[in-house]
Nanobody
Framework: QLQLEESGGGLVQEGGSLRLTCAAS????????MGWFRQAPGKERETVSC????????SYADSVQGRFTISRDNARNTLYLQMNSLKAEDTAMYFC??????????????WGQGTQVTVSS
């Protein structure tokens, strides 16, 4: 059974950076489409970025394009999210999940517990 564990969140000032990590265990990581998501209190969950299995380029939400970078290390079964130029509106709980298909879609499973990111203004 695939398990995901996020880490790397914390408190940072606006303009700062954080790198989130999603460690996967129990499956062949390289065969998975992976994604990062966030949810702020009172708001719907937002797809931040998706790294598809099918070799296509990663995708990003417009709100983070140019500031966030998703990457993966298949040898370490780990997904990353480098977040630069952080803004107060990036404050949220961040989650990783596995995509249902080899391409980015709205179907996700095996959610992690999340890591909190708080950006102070």
């Amino acid at each position: 059974q695939l398990q995901l564990e996020e880490s790397g969140g914390g408190l940072v000032q606006e303009g700062g950076s954080l790198r989130l990590t999603c460690a996967a265990s129990g499956s062949t990581f390289r065969d998975l489409t992976m994604g990062w998501f966030r949810q702020a209190p009172g708001k719907e969950r937002e797809t931040v970025s998706c790294f598809p299995r099918n070799g296509f380029d990663p995708s990003y939400a417009d709100s983070v394009q140019g500031r966030f970078t998703i990457s993966r290390d298949n040898a370490r079964n780990t997904l990353y999210l480098q977040m630069n130029s952080l803004k107060a509106e990036d404050t949220a709980m961040y989650f990783c999940a596995v995509g249902q298909y080899p391409f980015c879609s709205d179907s996700w499973r095996n959610w992690g517990q999340g890591t909190q990111v708080t950006v102070s203004s």
